[in-house]
């Protein structure tokens, strides 16, 4: 599959620009909306639809996943079109990705309603956190995924603890590699925290890569390259 800026998302061919914004039919949806890009055959697709469609993707890939090891989901999922380099769909995809490696290494848990629940919260997280608020959303979605296996609530004790504890343990880690901000760098951050944690708090074993390395650097105009721990 075609991924990256250049590829229209229907047809798989390249994209032409225009110099002004253009109305265009989304090709999903039917909504007419400016666009400053198209292929050849008139094909757009509107963020509300890329959005839908990328995280229909990663909820449907989570459920039929065997995998343990939550960095290898991340990086299947961000091969996929419809995840952006950027963007708050990370904010889910982390969860995600821990939740699908927690049930498949022996956790208990509901799979598809935990999924469903961690769609319902991280699609509530806002983009931009990271700089604006100073939580970044892929840290905040490992605190979620530890909230939704304990079933923490804020009247909850231990798990209240842990959920918090795994916000900012990943908060701490993402905030010493440094900015500016990258949804891969720092998801594969919080998920390899998430799975650490996991391990000392929960007792169950995902599976982690030493050695984490990121070829999304061709498609971040801000990729830290040298001073990312993850830069291939
Ligand atoms: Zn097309
Ligand atoms: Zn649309």
Redesign the pocket.
């Known amino acids: 599959m075609n991924r990256g800026e250049g590829a229209?998302?229907?047809?798989?061919?390249q994209?032409i620009y225009f110099e002004k914004a253009k109305k265009m039919e989304c090709?999903i949806c039917g909504r007419k909306l400016a666009s400053y890009a198209?292929?050849?055959?008139?094909?757009f697709v509107c963020d509300k639809c890329h959005a839908e469609k990328g995280i229909q993707y990663v909820m449907d890939y989570c459920l039929q996943s065997h995998s343990r090891n939550p960095i290898q989901i991340l990086q299947e999922l961000m091969e996929y079109p419809y995840i952006y380099m950027h963007g708050p769909e990370h904010h889910i995809m982390v969860g995600a990705a821990l939740i699908t490696s927690f049930h498949n290494s022996g956790g208990e848990v509901e799979l598809k309603a935990a999924l469903d629940e961690m769609k319902a919260r991280g699609s509530q997280y806002p983009g931009g956190t990271c700089g604006f608020w100073g939580a970044c959303g892929a840290a905040v979605s490992s605190g979620m995924y530890i909230s939704i296996i304990t079933q923490a609530t804020p009247l909850s004790v231990k798990p209240w603890r842990w959920a918090n504890e795994m916000t900012s343990r990943a908060l701490a880690k993402i905030a010493e590699l440094g900015g500016p901000r990258c949804c891969k760098r720092n998801s594969f951050a919080a998920a390899q925290e998430a799975a650490t944690f996991t391990k000392e708090n929960l007792g169950i074993i995902m599976e982690l890569d030493e050695d984490i390395q990121c070829d999304f650097f061709k498609e971040n105009r801000e990729c830290r390259k040298k001073n990312c721990p993850y830069y291939g």
Do not use: T, Y
């Not at 198209?38 to 094909?43: I, L, R, V, W």
């Open positions: 229209c998302l229907v047809c798989g061919e994209l090709s198209s292929c050849e055959d008139n094909h």
